[in-house]
């Protein structure tokens, strides 16, 4: 049977006991203390994209987006690098987007049509980490570039290890880039900065994507991971009705909304959390100086079922 539909029936059947294993080996998923931690697992290749990791790092997303115990989702890889992007020179059957380009010695190239709907179809993972109604974190632990590049833009915040290096480098694959790199880029340093790094294809430092805002901060190596779990941990304290409510906000300004119609969405939003329990419990552990004890959920609420 396939590995990746028995993770999802396991999922269903008893999400807090989910083991890792189930996934395949290029995919180690953990949740605990309301922080779930992906990890892509194939460092031997620097986590590029193989169609097992592509596949077990979707259907982890779908899991923490859809487990109520979890409230932040971090992405991270496995030895020295968070993930190379796509697997140029994977071979047959292996890329995650095989049939992309045409194979050596096939008398039959792929056709432009299917290649496009393979990758987008592929380029899903993209939106579940910048729209699923939970926070995202890069925690870009190396070598980080093309698709994967565009996966840490995709999340909501990024953090560094000191030695990892961020480079965009489709221009040296001769492609001109996917999974959203291109769109949220422009949006994270600003339009010329996007530009320089993807027509320069420069290597980016640790400590020079702190300078221009790619990544929130820098930790060192050995403490990497666990300053990491540190941030999110301290995230998940806030009650997840309200984290969604800020996430659905500040993806509404990147659309094309007048100011008036981005009051509209913060009055509904806002009032929403106002009145739910969560909100007072709020305003209690402050003055008790304790941490919250929160019920609410970010699932879709009923009403907002119709919208989908």
């Known amino acids: 049977a396939n590995p990746l539909e028995i993770a999802k029936e396991s999922y269903s059947m008893s999400p807090q006991t989910f083991p890792s294993t189930l996934f395949n080996d290029a995919v180690l998923y953990e949740a605990n203390d309301g922080v779930a931690v992906i990890k892509m697992n194939q460092p031997?290749?620097?986590?590029?994209?193989?169609?097992?990791?592509?596949?077990?790092?979707?259907?982890?997303?779908?899991?923490?987006?859809?487990?109520?115990s979890v409230r932040v989702v971090i992405l991270t890889g496995s030895g020295k690098a968070f993930s190379a992007g796509g697997a140029l020179g994977a071979g047959k059957g292996k890329s995650a987007s095989d049939g992309f380009r045409a194979k050596e010695g096939s008398k039959i190239p792929p056709t432009v049509g299917a290649a496009i709907r393979n990758l987008r179809t592929g380029m899903r993972s993209s939106e579940i980490l910048r729209s699923m109604d939970?926070?995202?974190?890069?925690?870009?632990?190396?070598?980080?570039?093309?698709?994967?590049?565009?996966?840490?833009c995709a999340c909501d915040l990024r953090f560094a290890a000191k030695s990892a290096?961020?480079?965009?480098?489709?221009?040296?694959?001769?492609?001109?880039?996917?999974?959203?790199?291109?769109?949220?880029?422009?949006?994270?340093?600003?339009?010329?900065?996007?530009?320089?790094?993807y027509l320069l294809n420069k290597k980016v430092g640790a400590e020079e994507a702190k300078l221009i805002g790619l990544v929130s901060d820098v930790f060192p190596d050995g403490e990497f991971m666990d300053r990491v779990l540190q941030e999110a941990k301290a995230m998940a304290q806030a009650p997840p009705l309200a984290l969604k409510r800020?996430?659905?906000?500040?993806?509404?300004?990147?659309?094309?909304?007048?100011?008036?119609e981005a009051l509209d969405h913060e009055a509904e939003r806002h009032a929403r959390c106002g009145f739910h329990p969560d909100a007072a419990e709020a305003g209690k552990a402050f003055r008790e100086k304790r941490l919250g004890v929160y019920s609410g959920s970010a699932r879709r609420e009923p009403w907002e079922m119709s919208k989908l």
Request: proline share 4%.
């Open 44 to 68: 031997q290749s620097m986590n590029t994209f193989s169609g097992e990791l592509h596949s077990g790092v979707v259907v982890a997303l779908d899991m923490a987006s859809e487990d109520p």
């Open 134 to 152: 939970k926070p995202t974190i890069a925690a870009i632990n190396g070598a980080c570039a093309g698709a994967g590049f565009s996966w840490a």
């Open 165 to 197: 290096i961020l480079r965009t480098a489709f221009a040296s694959a001769g492609l001109s880039g996917d999974y959203g790199g291109t769109w949220t880029l422009p949006r994270i340093v600003g339009p010329a900065k996007a530009r320089e790094l």
């Open 246 to 260: 800020i996430k659905q906000n500040l993806n509404d300004a990147d659309h094309i909304l007048s100011f008036s």
